[in-house]
């Protein structure tokens, strides 16, 4: 069973992500805090994916991505935006982002993106080698 990172800041939106790829059988470890989920990733605990918010408070899903190539992770991730932009979507994909994607997705896009996502090889995207 792969297992998914998910970072959202609200409750309402962790239940709903995890509902849906629950369904879609995924395992999911779920933060409201993008420093819990580096925790989580520095700790060892193996994670298939990440999937988080852009705007988050104390770290953002920008610097989220950013640390993540710091420790050497090479786990893809999703950014979710509600108020995305060129330059937020282009600093995404730089610093490693598998998609960007604008908010409120359905629970059939997200599935064929997070499908796409595991199964895409993170060898193709140097942006994810530390």
Not at 72 to 81: D, E, H, K, N, R
Not at 103 to 109: G, R, W
Not at 116 to 128: M, T, V
């Amino acid at each position: 069973m792969k297992t998914i990172l998910v970072v959202e800041s609200e409750q309402e939106a962790i239940a709903y992500l995890s509902n849906i790829l629950n369904r879609y059988g995924y395992n999911v470890i779920a933060k409201q805090c993008s420093l819990s989920a580096l925790s989580v990733v520095r700790e060892g605990t193996k994670v298939d994916l990440v999937i988080t918010e852009e705007r988050m408070p104390e770290m953002d899903g920008l610097e989220l991505l950013a640390s993540l190539k710091e420790v050497g992770s090479s786990v893809p991730a999703i950014m979710l935006t509600t108020h995305g932009s060129v330059e937020s979507y282009l600093k995404a994909l730089n610093l490693g982002a598998f998609e960007y994607l604008n908010k409120p997705l359905s629970a059939k896009e997200i599935g064929r993106v997070v499908k796409a996502a595991i199964e895409w090889s993170p060898d193709r995207a140097s942006s994810f080698h530390a």
